[in-house]
C-alpha cells in the first residue's frame, strides 16, 4: 500500500491522467522505443501504430490511480496482465526501464505540474506495483517450469481453413517430447522473424481440447483497413505456415478458464475470432461431460466468415443438451434455414433461456461486442459475479472505471 505522505498526490492523479494519459503513454513508448530498440520484439508494433496500445496503458494507468486501495478490482487485472506479461518473456529487469521512460513522460507531458513530490509519489506506487507483477511473474515460470522466453519448436502437422479469413493450426513438439498441460480458454504466444530482423510475438488462444500430443490456435488474418496496418504476424502465417514448418511457441499462459469440468449448466457466448478458446472449452466438454447443458452462442459477419462450423456440428452430434444460436450479419445466400440461425447481431434476448441467477457466462470477442452483451446481460438480470470474458489485445479496463 502506498504511504500516507504518497497517497493525496496519486488521488489528485486521476483527473489529470483522465484528460492527458494517452499523451503520457504515447511519449512513454516513443522515449522508450528509442532509447532500448530491442524491446520492440515484445510489444505489439500494429497496436503502437493505430493507437490502441496507448490507450490501453493510459487506461490501465488511470484505473490504478482510481483504484489503489482497492484490492478486490486491481486483482483480477493484475493477475491478467502478468499472464500475458509471462507469455511474451517479461523480466524483472524490464521494469525499472518502464519506470523511468514513464515517469520522464508524465514530467515531459504535465512540465512545471509534474512536482518533485508528484513524481516521488508515482515512483512509489510504480514501485510497488512493479514489485507485485516481478513476484507473480516469477511464481508463474517457475510453475510452468520454464525460464522467461522460452521458446519451443512445434511443427505444423495440419492446417485447415475456418471460413473466409481464419486458419487452424495444429501444432506437435518437433522434439518428440510430451507438451504441457493447458486449459481451454489460454493462449500461446508464436514468435516470427522476419526479413529485417526484427522478431514479432502474438499471442493466440489455443482452438482444441487439450489432449498431450498436439496443440491447435486459429489466426484470423487481419488485412490493413481504416488507418490500420495489417497484422504482420497473422498475415505471415497465413502465407507461410505450411504442414512440415516448425513454429517458435511459448508455455500456454492465460487466467481466462470456462469451467469445462464441472455438471453445472455453462453458456458460452463469441464473436468473431473470439470463438477459439469457446471451441476449446466446447470439445473438452463434449469429451469430459457430453450429457452436459450448454448454450453456445456465436456471431458473425456472415456464413463464410463462421469458423469452426465442423467443430460444432460434431459437438451437436453427441451432445443431447446443446443449444446453439448463430447469429450473421450478413445472411443473405448462406442457405440457412434452421431456427438456430438468425440475422443480425447478437441479441440475447434471442438466445435460449438459462436459469440466469446460478449460471456462469462467458465472453470472447471485440472489445465493443462484449461491452454490449455485458450491459445487456446486466439488464436481463445475470448477476456481475456470473460473468466473465477475455480480450483479444489491449483492453480498456472500463469495467474498473
Given amino acids: 500500500m502506498v504511504s500516507a505522505t504518497a497517497r493525496p498526490y496519486i488521488d489528485a492523479s486521476v483527473p489529470v491522467l483522465r484528460d492527458h494519459g494517452v499523451a503520457i503513454t504515447r511519449t512513454f513508448y516513443h522515449n522508450m522505443f528509442a532509447a532500448h530498440p530491442e524491446l520492440t520484439n515484445l510489444f505489439n508494433m500494429g497496436n503502437q501504430a493505430s493507437g490502441v496500445q496507448q490507450q490501453s496503458l493510459a487506461a490501465a494507468v488511470f484505473a490504478y490511480a482510481a483504484n489503489i486501495d482497492n484490492a478486490a478490482a486491481l486483482g483480477p487485472v493484475v493477475n ?28 515531459e507531458v504535465l512540465g512545471d505540474a509534474a512536482t518533485p513530490a508528484l513524481i516521488a509519489a508515482w515512483d512509489e506506487a510504480y514501485s510497488e506495483l512493479a514489485d507485485i507483477f516481478i ?52 493462449y500461446v504466444s508464436v514468435s516470427v522473424p522476419f526479413a529485417d530482423g526484427s522478431t514479432q510475438l502474438r499471442q493466440y488462444s489455443l482452438s482444441d481440447k487439450p489432449d498431450g500430443q498436439t496443440l491447435r490456435i486459429t489466426v ?32 500456454p499462459f492465460g487466467d481466462f478458464a470456462p469451467d469445462t469440468e464441472s455438471n453445472m449448466p455453462i453458456v458460452l457466448l463469441s464473436a468473431g475470432v473470439g470463438i477459439t478458446p469457446m471451441i ?22 456472415s456464413a463464410a466468415h463462421q469458423g469452426h462450423s465442423a467443430d460444432i456440428a460434431a459437438a451437436k452430434a453427441i451432445m ?18 434452421d431456427a438456430a440461425f438468425f440475422e443480425g447481431r447478437m441479441d440475447i434476448s434471442l438466445v435460449p433461456e438459462w436459469t440466469h441467477a446460478d449460471t456462469d457466462v462467458y465472453l470472447c470477442g ?5 461491452q454490449k452483451q455485458w450491459r445487456d446481460l446486466l439488464e436481463a438480470g445475470v448477476p456481475a459475479q456470473r460473468l466473465h470474458r477475455e480480450v483479444f489485445g489491449p483492453e480498456l479496463l472500463d469495467y474498473l472505471t
Avoid at 491478467?80 to 514530467?107: D, E, F, M, N, W
Avoid at 511464481?139 to 485447415?160: C, D, E, F, K, N
Avoid at 473438452?284 to 461431460?289: E, L, S
Wanted: charged share 15%; aromatic share 6%; proline share 7%.
Fill in 280 to 301: 476449446a472449452a466446447l470439445n473438452r466438454i463434449a469429451a469430459v461431460n457430453p450429457a452436459r447443458e450448454v448454450i453456445f452462442a456465436h456471431a458473425a459477419r
Fill in 135 to 186: 513476484a507473480t511473474e516469477k511464481t508463474l515460470y517457475a510453475t510452468a517450469g520454464i525460464t522467461p522466453g522460452q521458446l519451443r519448436p512445434m511443427r505444423v502437422t495440419a492446417v485447415s481453413d475456418q471460413g473466409d479469413e481464419m486458419k487452424s493450426f495444429v501444432l506437435e513438439a518437433a522434439d518428440g517430447m510430451p507438451l504441457p498441460r493447458f486449459v481451454p480458454g489460454q
Fill in 220 to 251: 484470423k488474418r487481419v488485412p490493413e483497413h481504416a488507418g490500420h496496418p495489417a497484422g504482420h504476424v497473422s498475415n505471415w502465417l497465413h502465407a507461410h505456415a505450411t504442414v512440415g514448418s516448425i513454429l517458435q511457441v511459448t508455455h
Fill in 366 to 370: 471485440p472489445v465493443a461486442f462484449m
Fill in 80 to 107: 491478467r496482465i502478468v499472464h500475458k506479461h509471462a507469455s511474451v518473456g517479461i523480466t524483472a529487469a524490464h521494469y525499472p526501464i518502464v519506470g523511468r521512460h514513464l515517469l520522464g513522460a508524465i514530467q
Fill in 320 to 337: 443431447p443438451n446443446l443449444r446453439t444460436a448463430i447469429f450473421l450479419e450478413r445472411s443473405a445466400g448462406s442457405g440457412r434455414a
